[in-house]
């Protein structure tokens, strides 16, 4: 049976309705398309963890800088619909844009701190365009727990910050980020890869493995950084973003020396005209 697909803040929430009043629990997975194998995983711990699981594909043209991939980011909705379906989703919210930003729509919501260094220093605006789709997103579905992967870091950090400060009721759970078996994060963008850069993409979680071994192996945070940005310019990477050890709690900066409490080592580069980022930790 084709998903039943929902388009409207006002379709969505009678659907949700309808589960709760038959005492079904609802876990929600919001994407932005162009599914692969993470997102299907997404997709299985919603299930895990209620009785509906709902996804949702809107690509958000408020969390793209004006020079970035907004207009080419892949779509393919009856593609997405088969897989989600397939991997047991109940229900795919897929709004328009006029749907998520009527006319007159004015409030941003921004989250400060965790939002300031990596991905926020190198992509201006863009957490703003995420807090606040994202916050839309849990008013519109009111789900019991919503699951966002781990492979973006820090906007699980900024996510878990906003539903705690603006008192939405929902479980935020995050799940782990899935490879292809040469280490490379799977990402809706690999897709950019041209063949040889997608042989030369694995080198990114190579090089985080291996500085995140040398951290364990008590050198200093200042040293592993700055070998891992030389390793990844060997690598091919021509602008490496950042490479960094940071807490995995607050994302704050660690180091000079060695680290002695856990950490998350963080990266973005760009290979060709793909920006790639990935991250470990322990
Ligand atoms: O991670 C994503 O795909 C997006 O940033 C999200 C959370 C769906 C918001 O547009």
């Known amino acids: 049976m084709p998903l039943p ?82 991997a047991g989703c109940h229900l795919l919210y897929a709004p328009a844009v006029a749907e998520m930003y009527p006319q007159g729509a004015s409030t941003t919501v921004t989250v400060s701190g965790v939002t300031d260094p990596l991905e926020g220093a190198a992509r201006p605006g863009h957490f703003a365009g995420v807090a606040t789709v994202v916050t839309k997103l849990l008013n519109q579905c009111g789900p019991d727990v919503a699951v966002f992967g781990q492979k973006d870091f820090q906007q699980l950090a900024v996510i878990r910050r906003l539903v705690a400060d603006l008192d939405i009721p929902a479980e935020i759970v995050g799940a782990p980020t899935m490879r292809a078996d040469d280490g490379l994060a799977l990402s809706s963008r690999n897709a950019y890869l041209t063949p040889e850069e997608r042989a030369q993409a694995p080198a990114l979680h190579q090089v985080l493995q291996a500085l995140l071994q040398s951290l364990r192996d008590g050198e200093s945070v200042a040293a592993v950084e700055s070998l891992a940005l030389d390793a990844l310019a060997r690598a091919g990477f021509q602008k490496i973003d950042y490479v960094e050890v940071r807490h995995p709690a607050t994302l704050e900066r660690l180091g000079p020396g060695p680290a002695t409490g856990p950490v998350r080592v963080l990266a973005a580069a760009r290979l060709g005209r793909t920006r790639l980022i990935d991250n470990v930790g322990d």
């Open 5 to 86: 697909v929902v388009r409207t803040v006002a379709d969505l929430r009678a659907q949700v309705r309808a589960w709760r009043a038959s005492g079904l629990s609802v876990g929600f997975v919001p994407t932005m398309g162009a599914l692969h194998e993470g997102h299907l995983s997404l997709v299985r711990v919603a299930r895990g963890k209620a009785d509906r699981a709902v996804a949702s594909v809107f690509v958000n043209p408020t969390q793209f800088g004006p020079n970035e991939d907004f207009d080419a980011y892949p779509r393919d909705e009856a593609r997405d619909a088969e897989l989600l379906e397939a």
